[in-house]
């Protein structure tokens, strides 16, 4: 079984980027922030699951490819 997470960039700042994200490109309404210090992003519902886990590696793996947050992209497998 295949799993897809859409993620999109919602806002930036100098310390925080926060993204929405989720399984459906038109209906992400779940939204994780990364600290850019530490790279270290938390669930804005708390629930550490495996669709935040696949969003969050995937935005800190662009960010590591690119040296840029990415604006928006997607996770398979």
Excluded: C, H
Aim: net charge negative; proline share 5%.
């Amino acid at each position: 079984m295949a799993a897809i997470v859409y993620f999109r960039k919602i806002s930036e700042d100098p310390e925080v980027v926060s993204y929405s994200f989720g399984g459906d490109p038109a209906e992400m309404t779940r939204r994780l922030a990364v600290v850019k210090q530490d790279r270290k992003s938390d669930p804005d519902d708390g629930n550490i699951d495996y669709t935040f886990l696949k969003a969050s590696r995937r935005i800190n793996s662009m960010f590591e490819e690119s040296n840029q947050w990415p604006e928006r992209g997607m996770s398979v497998s």
